[in-house]
């Protein structure tokens, strides 16, 4: 039997993967099942995926896309024997269930605003990592799409992403300011610090909205609900602190604030990275068919450009839907090109077919001056027909003509 | 020779006949607004209404649930709190903030009101109305974790079987969010912006990129499982002794999906919650209270 292969995003910062879900997912495989029965294929090619984004599980012929179905999979395939939450009671299951999303509802952008949204941040280390391992067309396209949506989800921080880059482009300020306060320098770098401050415990309480109830819940234990080995829970912390922690950044304000404020969690995260993420995780390579080339990019692009030009915009009631609304796109668009064409066509057709339309045009010119006349003799069999209606035509603007029009 | 210069610029006889028919009518000063109270006696005036909540509702009682998860969420807890109020239909270009609901109180002595957004109003409730015996702690770990289950998981599966769905939008959402311009394209472009709102509401909180209703459902089914885990045989949420702030929440989103009379794919979802009967119990006790 083929091992399972885990299809990801691409290593980074020295973390197996740059995505925190598919950093939990590489935990909970780890965790749940020995080494041997599963690979870890570095894909970056979320089309493989039944929802479109990864983590992914290919088992045998089977697609499993996302964190949630990928451990509920797992967990009904070996009937509850790697389930990691067996030991858990009913409520801690249900806490379980409610931590999960509390964690992505408020640590996604957080993540996002660190790696992605912090411009100092995005242009030294995030979007040059993504040249590292994507091919030249591609490389442009998908941090793009990662980084659109790291906005979308830091939508309600804007002011605090403004003072941040503000307080980024800091350095700079002396040079501008340094004519206008010769005397007032001292003075001035006050305010600024206190700007500095502030903007520091906004992020700190962005932080403590996270981190403040999961301390509480955690109380110094190794792992979130006690017990001697992780559960689902412990998985997904693992793979969003660890992206707080792990990437040395510019602007390392998540790094910094953790590192100071909250020793205990940074305890937990680095406990839990290491057992989770060793040395040892076997790496497989993508079947032909799965890998991100060229082609299949560009196939999958189109299949979704309906959607990403707002054109379709839709959530079908299954998976099957959104592959028969990009298709019913496509052949309307077929459909639309084939009619234009079939036209087009027809009008060129009779334009070429009807003589007098065309040997008129050259007569307007021959008219105009005899300089023409040596151009009219290479076009030929057109010089005899132009030359005897020219009389009869005279003084008509020739293209216009009622009976063209109907002819056609 | 100012009076040549007054001459030549005096306007001509005729208009200065008719300019000087004007005003035709002075009418007398009006006098300053009065409200009901000014002509009641004062100690009937303690107990007079004085609070309306603007929210989606069908009418200006109190009692009457309103068609939205959010505006419900803040009657039921306002009638928790047994602040006395009344509702008063309306829509967001009603609102200093654009959403509803909002609470304007006018106070007896100044006759000024005051209006409370939505984000105000639990602050605005505790310092107002009489102590309340549930003491659960909104900034626990667990309540904010259950509590973006319900604004997560439960919202996005209200949001695809009332907004998205194509059969709850016409027959449902438009008729009742629409009710105040029921004009024929008006409604319609209204109905379409809506969805379209409710589609991107959902695509920023999934983590998949091609979500679908099945998905949306069934987490939506796993979180009303974990809800009724955690309410377990008690009467009221966190082992309360009587109902609060989150109670309202689950019963904006419980109440809605099984009194409505939601069709297609929706039905999906309110049969699942049907399954779980202590949240139908708890549904029941509100509703049976308090509307």
């Given at each position: 039997?083929s091992?399972?292969e885990l299809h990801v995003w691409n290593r980074a910062f020295?973390?197996p993967s740059l995505d925190?879900e598919c950093?939990?997912a590489?935990?909970?495989?780890?965790?749940?099942?020995?080494?041997?029965?599963?690979v870890l294929v570095e894909s970056n090619n979320a089309g493989v995926s039944p929802n479109g984004s990864l983590p992914a599980l290919k088992?045998?012929s089977q697609w499993i896309g996302g964190?949630?179905?990928?451990?509920?999979?797992?967990?009904?395939?070996?009937?509850?024997?790697?389930?990691?939450?067996?030991?858990?009671?009913?409520?801690?299951?249900?806490?379980?269930?409610?931590?999960?999303?509390?964690?992505?509802?408020?640590?996604?952008?957080?993540?996002?605003?660190?790696l992605y949204?912090?411009?100092?941040?995005w242009i030294?280390v995030t979007r040059p990592l993504y040249s590292t391992f994507l091919q030249f067309p591609i490389q442009y396209e998908i941090p793009h799409t990662h980084h659109a949506r790291a906005i979308?989800?830091?939508?309600?921080?804007?002011?605090?992403?403004?003072?941040?880059?503000?307080?980024?482009?800091?350095?700079?300020?002396?040079?501008?300011?340094?004519?206008?306060?010769?005397?007032?320098?001292?003075?001035?770098?006050?305010?600024?610090?206190?700007?500095?401050?502030?903007?520091?415990?906004?992020?700190?309480?962005?932080?403590?909205?996270?981190?403040?109830?999961?301390?509480?819940?955690?109380?110094?234990?190794?792992?979130?609900?006690?017990?001697?080995?992780?559960?689902?829970?412990?998985?997904?912390?693992?793979?969003?602190?660890?992206?707080?922690?792990?990437?040395?950044?510019?602007?390392?304000?998540?790094?910094?604030?953790?590192?100071?404020?909250?020793?205990?969690?940074?305890?937990?995260?680095?406990?839990?990275?290491?057992?989770?993420?060793?040395?040892?995780?076997?790496y497989g390579t993508p079947d032909e068919n799965d890998k991100l080339t060229l082609i299949s990019w560009t196939k999958r692009t189109i299949e979704e450009s309906p959607r990403s030009w707002g054109v379709s915009d839709?959530?079908?009631?299954?998976q099957e839907?959104h592959k028969a609304r990009s298709t019913a796109f496509w052949v309307a668009v077929q459909?639309v090109i084939g009619?234009?064409?079939?036209?087009?066509?027809?009008?060129?057709?009779?334009?070429?077919?009807?003589?007098?339309?065309?040997?008129?045009?050259?007569?307007?010119?021959?008219?105009?001056?005899?300089?023409?006349?040596?151009?009219?003799?290479?076009?030929?069999?057109?010089?005899?027909?132009?030359?005897?209606?020219?009389?009869?035509?005279?003084?008509?603007?020739?293209?216009?003509?009622?009976?063209?029009?109907?002819?056609? | 020779?100012?009076?040549?210069?007054?001459?030549?610029?005096?306007?001509?006889?005729?208009?200065?006949?008719?300019?000087?028919?004007?005003?035709?009518?002075?009418?007398?000063?009006?006098?300053?607004?009065?409200?009901?109270?000014?002509?009641?006696?004062?100690?009937?005036?303690?107990?007079?209404?004085?609070?309306?909540?603007?929210?989606?509702?069908?009418?200006?009682?109190?009692?009457?649930?309103?068609?939205?998860?959010?505006?419900?969420?803040?009657?039921?807890?306002?009638?928790?709190?047994?602040?006395?109020?009344?509702?008063?239909?309306?829509?967001?270009?009603?609102?200093?903030?654009?959403?509803?609901?909002?609470?304007?109180?006018?106070?007896?002595?100044?006759?000024?009101?005051?209006?409370?957004?939505?984000?105000?109003?639990?602050?605005?409730?505790?310092?107002?109305?009489?102590?309340?015996?549930?003491?659960?702690?909104?900034?626990?770990?667990?309540?904010?974790?259950?509590?973006?289950?319900?604004?997560?998981?439960?919202?996005?599966?209200?949001?695809?079987?009332?907004?998205?769905?194509?059969?709850?939008?016409?027959?449902?959402?438009?008729?009742?969010?629409?009710?105040?311009?029921?004009?024929?394209?008006?409604?319609?472009?209204?109905?379409?912006?809506?969805?379209?709102?409710?589609?991107?509401?959902?695509r920023?909180?999934?983590t998949s990129t091609l979500?679908?209703?099945?998905?949306?459902?069934?987490?939506?089914?796993?979180?009303?499982?974990?809800?009724?885990?955690?309410?377990?045989?008690?009467?009221?949420?966190?082992?309360?002794?009587?109902?609060?702030?989150?109670?309202?929440?689950?019963?904006?989103?419980?109440?809605?999906?099984?009194?409505?009379?939601?069709?297609?794919?929706?039905?999906?979802?309110?049969?699942?919650?049907?399954?779980?009967?202590?949240?139908?119990?708890?549904?029941?006790?509100?509703?049976?209270?308090?509307?």
């Amino acid at each position: 039997m083929s091992p399972i292969e885990l299809h990801v995003w691409n290593r980074a910062f020295g973390l197996p993967s740059l995505d925190p879900e598919c950093l939990a997912a590489i935990a909970f495989l780890s965790s749940a099942i020995p080494q041997d029965l599963w690979v870890l294929v570095e894909s970056n090619n979320a089309g493989v995926s039944p929802n479109g984004s990864l983590p992914a599980l290919k088992d045998g012929s089977q697609w499993i896309g996302g964190f949630d179905a990928i451990v509920s999979h797992l967990n009904s395939k070996s009937a509850g024997g790697s389930d990691i939450d067996r030991s858990l009671t009913g409520l801690q299951k249900a806490q379980s269930v409610a931590y999960r999303s509390f964690i992505r509802k408020t640590c996604l952008p957080i993540t996002s605003l660190s790696l992605y949204v912090t411009s100092k941040n995005w242009i030294n280390v995030t979007r040059p990592l993504y040249s590292t391992f994507l091919q030249f067309p591609i490389q442009y396209e998908i941090p793009h799409t990662h980084h659109a949506r790291a906005i979308a989800l830091t939508a309600h921080l804007t002011s605090l992403i403004r003072d941040i880059a503000a307080e980024e482009s800091r350095p700079l300020q002396p040079v501008s300011t340094a004519f206008a306060g010769i005397t007032t320098t001292t003075d001035k770098s006050i305010p600024q610090e206190k700007e500095k401050i502030t903007t520091r415990v906004r992020l700190r309480n962005l932080l403590a909205d996270f981190l403040d109830p999961i301390n509480e819940k955690l109380a110094g234990q190794s792992y979130f609900f006690g017990g001697a080995s992780p559960t689902t829970i412990d998985c997904l912390l693992v793979g969003y602190l660890s992206l707080l922690l792990v990437p040395d950044l510019p602007s390392p304000w998540a790094k910094e604030i953790l590192q100071n404020e909250f020793s205990d969690i940074v305890g937990y995260a680095d406990n839990l990275k290491s057992a989770c993420f060793t040395q040892d995780i076997t790496y497989g390579t993508p079947d032909e068919n799965d890998k991100l080339t060229l082609i299949s990019w560009t196939k999958r692009t189109i299949e979704e450009s309906p959607r990403s030009w707002g054109v379709s915009d839709e959530i079908p009631l299954n998976q099957e839907g959104h592959k028969a609304r990009s298709t019913a796109f496509w052949v309307a668009v077929q459909g639309v090109i084939g009619l234009a064409a079939t036209i087009g066509s027809v009008v060129a057709y009779k334009a070429l077919t009807t003589e007098g339309k065309v040997d008129v045009e050259l007569k307007e010119e021959v008219a105009g001056t005899e300089v023409y006349s040596t151009v009219r003799g290479a076009v030929g069999d057109v010089e005899g027909t132009g030359a005897s209606n020219n009389g009869a035509e005279e003084g008509r603007l020739p293209i216009f003509r009622a009976e063209d029009m109907l002819g056609l | 020779m100012p009076s040549a210069l007054q001459d030549a610029l005096r306007a001509p006889a005729f208009i200065r006949r008719l300019f000087s028919q004007f005003p035709l009518v002075t009418h007398p000063v009006d006098p300053p607004p009065m409200c009901v109270e000014d002509f009641q006696p004062s100690a009937t005036r303690q107990h007079s209404i004085n609070h309306t909540l603007y929210s989606f509702t069908d009418s200006t009682d109190s009692s009457i649930a309103s068609f939205n998860p959010t505006c419900l969420k803040w009657q039921t807890y306002l009638k928790i709190r047994n602040i006395p109020f009344k509702t008063q239909p309306s829509n967001n270009h009603a609102s200093p903030s654009g959403s509803l609901p909002f609470l304007t109180i006018s106070s007896q002595s100044d006759r000024t009101s005051q209006i409370i957004p939505s984000p105000k109003l639990a602050k605005w409730i505790e310092e107002h109305a009489v102590g309340s015996v549930n003491t659960v702690d909104t900034d626990d770990g667990d309540y904010r974790a259950f509590s973006s289950l319900v604004e997560g998981a439960v919202r996005d599966a209200w949001l695809y079987a009332l907004y998205i769905d194509p059969e709850n939008l016409s027959s449902l959402t438009i008729p009742k969010y629409t009710a105040q311009i029921s004009l024929w394209p008006i409604s319609q472009i209204l109905g379409s912006q809506m969805r379209q709102a409710a589609i991107d509401a959902i695509r920023k909180s999934s983590t998949s990129t091609l979500p679908t209703a099945t998905d949306i459902y069934e987490r939506a089914i796993e979180a009303f499982s974990a809800l009724s885990i955690l309410l377990s045989g008690d009467t009221w949420f966190f082992g309360a002794s009587e109902a609060g702030m989150f109670d309202a929440e689950v019963f904006a989103y419980t109440h809605l999906l099984l009194n409505l009379e939601i069709g297609g794919s929706g039905r999906e979802v309110v049969e699942g919650l049907r399954g779980f009967g202590n949240l139908v119990e708890h549904e029941e006790r509100i509703r049976r209270r308090w509307f």
